[in-house]
């Protein structure tokens, strides 16, 4: 057989190869992300890393002969619209699994929806209650708000500051938010001097932290998503006031520097470890996994990629994994979820069981600070 006759079989052989690798059904997963409106600095990270995840994975020749297909909606933050969007993923695309919502409200009132149509949801929001108590098809990949106010409150003991007012915004996170930083006080020897709230469209907070400067703490914690943990910080600054300021993991990117701008510098906060991947010590398991994705992020959007993407990345990694162990149906992938042990993700590493289905410990988080417009680990 002459050379040229040789190449053109074997090109014929990779052509059915490449045509046939996906031979095999689909496998259909749906996405609810905030990817415009207000809560758009979670759901575009979102929505971008689980397309990249996906495209990667489908290249490498999808998970055992599977293409992967992401059917991705934008809530706009809006729960009703989140709960129209995720019936139209079950009914319509008949989709076996479900990633977001973005934010905790979404989150709470999509909820009945896929545990009525037995489809598995991996949220991409924090709130405790989604997954306390546990809900057969529910599991989420953001960091427990219960383990952030643990982080906060371990570091004002440790420092002590026992007097703190708190600041939270008016919505399902923010109201999440509240009652851990309530309920966890007395544990840590803490007494909230003053608690209030504001709501999430308000622009200014000054009212509220006027009164907080008359109570005598020794720390402010502001709990919500952005912009007005942003505006919080300006306003403190503009009144003068000197007290240490902490913020939830909700502004755990460098979209909440950019927005509060020198106000930043000095705020601490609970955060998972990729934004400050690069200065993990070589033994910490999750340092190879950060720095891949947030290299791959930079290389495919220009721009770090950060906690609220990772939230994603695992999400459909976890999906992943459960295919890869044989998974196909939606029940079946809620099985192996529920299964999952040891996955080094992007928020930490994941152990879900039947009594656990948010799958972290406090090891999650970092405290992190933010020091010349950028953030850098508290010691």
């Known amino acids: 057989m002459n050379i040229k006759v040789m190449n053109v079989i074997i090109a ?5 190869l490449s045509t ?46 599977h293409k992967l297909e992401l059917v991705v909606y934008d809530t706009t933050g809006d ?14 695309d008949k989709v076996v699994a479900i990633i977001g919502p973005s934010t905790t409200g979404e989150t709470m009132a999509v909820i009945p929806v896929a545990e009525k149509g037995k489809v598995p949801l991996i949220s991409c929001s924090a709130g405790s209650k989604i997954t306390d108590p546990v809900k057969n098809w529910i599991f989420k990949t953001a960091q427990n708000d219960s383990l952030a106010v643990g982080r906060i409150y371990e570091y004002l003991q440790k420092t ?3 007097k703190v007012s708190i600041l939270t915004v008016s919505d399902g996170f923010g109201a999440s938010g509240r009652e851990q930083l309530k309920s966890q006080a007395a544990k840590y020897g ?16 000054t009212a509220q932290l006027t009164k907080i400067r008359g109570s005598h703490s020794q720390a402010i914690i502001c709990w919500g998503t952005n912009p007005g943990p942003a505006l919080v910080a300006k306003n403190v600054r503009q009144l003068g006031i000197k007290t240490p300021l902490f913020m939830s993991h909700g502004v755990s990117s460098k979209k909440f520097i950019e927005l509060a701008g020198d106000a930043a510098e000095g705020v601490k906060l609970p ?13 910490d398991k999750q340092k190879k996994s950060l720095l891949a994705f947030v290299k791959d992020y930079q290389k495919h959007y220009n721009t770090e990629g950060d906690h609220f993407g990772g939230h994603a990345w695992d999400a459909v990694m976890l999906i992943r994994n459960a295919v890869d162990n044989g998974a196909g149906s939606a029940a079946a992938i809620r099985d192996q979820l529920e299964k999952t042990r040891g996955f080094a993700g992007i928020g930490g590493t994941f152990n879900y069981s039947t009594t656990d289905h948010a799958g972290l410990g406090k090891d999650a988080f970092v405290l992190v600070e933010v020091k010349n417009k950028d953030w850098v680990l508290v010691k």
Do not use: W
């Open 12 to 16: 014929l052989v990779t052509l059915l």
């Open 20 to 65: 046939n690798v996906f031979a095999a059904a689909p496998i259909k997963i749906g996405a609810l992300f905030a990817v415009t409106g207000p809560a758009a600095f979670l759901g575009e990270p979102e929505r971008n890393s689980a397309e990249m995840v996906v495209n990667e994975i489908n290249r490498a020749g999808g998970v055992k002969g």
């Open 79 to 92: 729960a009703t619209k989140a709960v129209q969007l995720a019936t139209k993923l079950i009914k319509d």
């Open 160 to 162: 002590k500051q026992t």
């Open 190 to 205: 803490i007494t909230i001097v003053s608690d209030d709230t504001y709501g999430p469209k308000d622009t200014d907070m």
């Open 271 to 283: 955060s998972g470890k990729v934004v400050v991947a690069d200065l993990l010590s070589g033994s």
